[in-house]
């Protein structure tokens, strides 16, 4: 299995070459060049294996020059307790008839970005090995608040490498905040900046497409990487979770073999929505990808029209990782819905920088609606898409859950689809206590440890066990800059 650019450039490369790379030359992401077949025969294999294995042999079928045993070896590591709290690793919840959360944020962090960036690391190690690479790596992360603290769980101490974390000043919760800037490791480096999070991509992004700063690096015996959701190391883990859910469905006798279910995702960079879209080409049986977006709906209206217009306000939202306006991973979906027209792709994208919007074509926009639907979620929604669904059915949801929870609903009484659907449930409540508290009726203006204790208290429900070690921790990184000073940051950190 080869890989190339969304762009055109029509050099294909390894899978080892892309994850080392990240991003491709002409600025494109990397995609693979076809979908490998995932027959029924393959899921009835994998149907009582148990996550480390089922995700391996996903992975294999696109990792062709990594060993089954390399894999198998990493999703061992990676997932296992006690790093999950949760043997399952990636669990359903059924929630009602018809409707299953797939819990993702059982990991050392409590988001579902755990299941990506616990193999990054070793996925973009053993790359850098197979492709003789000799510099160390830089690993450079934008973060909405979840992508940077598993990012710096992941490559903590990991020899060879160096991680720094830029977040928005505003714009992530008082638990993400903390959990970043008190981050161990002797690798490792956070850093606020003065703007949004668009702003903090948009700055990372210029670092990696500055040819000067490149060369200075490269001089300096740093190669520069990734973890944010461009790179295919951190896409191709996320397959593994939707072929790993039907596969449960399955085995539970919720399904038989062969029936299609929908999923609902809380969308914001969309990586996430965009690996099962990779696990319905690849034949993973899906009626309907739902795309759930809060305020900040950009994504949704481009669902329903075909048209992406960022040219439109930014809110500030309860469900901060799906405040995006620019969605990187948007691009591999572009590429496939043009029929793999990389000229195509370039044009969307220039579009964008230049006026702040492109138009798909009617063929493009059939494709899209072929397997996606888009729906939007309010502030006032999510919050009584909480209560509710705590009051009724005694579970509580984050957020970003929540927000899917109501799209679905939307989307059920919209359309009379009534297919089995699972809400992928991308975080623990226990870090937005505030807006959770806020949202079944509690005051929420103590610190956040207090929070994290009172929206216990309330409810009964654990907390995870990295946010109760959490409160033990010293603040490690006070630092701020301003989008100008991202650049010399990375070069004071290096050292070198
Ligand atoms: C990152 C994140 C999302 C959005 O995922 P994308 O892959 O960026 O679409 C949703 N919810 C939570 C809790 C997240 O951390």
């Known amino acids: 299995m080869l890989f190339q650019s969304t762009r055109g450039s029509y050099r294909k490369l390894t899978s080892a070459e892309v994850i080392?790379?990240?991003?491709?030359?002409?600025?494109?992401?990397?995609?693979?060049?076809?979908?490998?077949?995932?027959?029924?025969?393959?899921?009835?294999?994998?149907?009582?294996?148990?996550?480390?294995?089922?995700?391996?042999?996903?992975?294999?079928?696109?990792?062709?020059?990594?060993?089954?045993?390399?894999?198998?070896?990493?999703?061992?590591?990676?997932?296992?307790?006690?790093?999950?709290?949760?043997?399952?690793?990636?669990?359903?919840?059924?929630?009602?008839?018809?409707?299953?959360?797939?819990?993702?944020?059982?990991?050392?962090?409590?988001?579902?970005?755990?299941?990506?960036?616990q193999m990054l690391p070793r996925l973009l190690k053993a790359s850098v090995c197979k492709t003789n690479e000799k510099r160390d790596v830089c690993v450079l992360v934008a973060t909405s608040g979840d992508t940077g603290k598993a990012a710096?769980?992941?490559?903590?101490?990991?020899?060879g490498t160096k991680i720094m974390v830029f977040y928005p000043e505003e714009g992530v919760s008082d638990v993400q905040k903390f959990q970043m800037t008190s981050q161990d490791g002797s690798n490792v480096n956070v850093v606020a900046v003065k703007g949004n999070f668009d702003d903090t991509q948009t700055g990372v992004k210029a670092i990696f497409s500055d040819m000067f700063t490149r060369s200075?690096?490269?001089?300096?015996?740093?190669?520069?990487?990734s973890a944010n959701s461009i790179n295919w190391g951190r896409l191709v883990p996320q397959i593994a979770y939707y072929v790993s859910a039907y596969c449960d469905l399955v085995a539970n006798g919720e399904i038989n073999l062969g029936d299609k279910i929908n999923f609902c995702v809380p969308t914001g960079n969309f990586g996430n929505i965009l690996a099962a879209y990779y696990a319905e080409r690849m034949g993973l049986p899906i009626g309907c990808l739902i795309c759930a977006s809060n305020r900040n709906d950009v994504l949704a209206q481009f669902i329903k029209t075909g048209v992406y217009d960022k040219n439109r306000p930014f809110y500030t939202t309860s469900s901060p990782s799906m405040d995006?306006?620019?969605?990187?991973?948007?691009?591999?979906?572009?590429?496939?819905l043009s029929g793999r027209d990389g000229a195509c792709v370039a044009g969307y994208m220039s579009a964008l920088s230049n006026e702040g919007v492109y138009n798909i074509s009617d063929k493009a926009l059939s494709e899209l609606s072929r397997v996606f639907a888009g729906g939007m979620c309010s502030e006032e929604d999510t919050k009584r898409t909480i209560s509710e669904t705590f009051y009724n059915h005694n579970y509580l949801l984050d957020t970003h859950t929540a927000v899917a929870v109501k799209v679905?609903?939307?989307?059920?009484?919209?359309?009379?689809?009534?297919?089995?659907?699972?809400?992928?449930?991308?975080?623990?409540p226990f870090k937005f206590c505030d807006s959770v508290l806020e949202a079944l009726g509690y005051s929420a203006s103590d610190g956040c440890f207090e929070l994290v204790?009172?929206?216990?208290?309330?409810?009964?429900?654990?907390?995870?066990?990295?946010?109760?070690?959490l409160r033990d921790k010293a603040l490690r990184f006070p630092d701020s800059v301003n989008i100008e000073g991202m650049k010399g940051a990375v070069f004071e950190f290096l050292g070198r």
């Open 20 to 117: 080392t790379q990240g991003l491709a030359e002409d600025g494109g992401l990397f995609v693979p060049e076809g979908f490998p077949d995932l027959s029924m025969n393959d899921l009835l294999n994998i149907v009582s294996k148990p996550y480390c294995e089922r995700a391996a042999f996903v992975m294999s079928l696109f990792l062709s020059d990594f060993s089954f045993d390399e894999i198998i070896s990493f999703t061992r590591e990676a997932y296992s307790t006690p790093g999950f709290d949760d043997p399952a690793i990636a669990p359903l919840y059924r929630l009602e008839k018809n409707t299953h959360l797939l819990e993702l944020w059982h990991g050392p962090t409590s988001a579902f970005k755990d299941m990506a960036l």
């Open 152 to 159: 710096l769980e992941g490559f903590r101490d990991v020899s």
């Open 216 to 225: 200075e690096l490269d001089k300096r015996n740093w190669l520069l990487s």
């Open 324 to 336: 995006i306006l620019v969605s990187s991973n948007l691009e591999r979906l572009l590429f496939e």
């Open 408 to 428: 679905l609903k939307d989307f059920r009484a919209e359309t009379n689809d009534n297919t089995l659907s699972v809400v992928v449930s991308t975080a623990s």
């Open 453 to 469: 204790d009172k929206l216990a208290e309330v409810t009964r429900c654990k907390i995870p066990g990295p946010l109760v070690e």
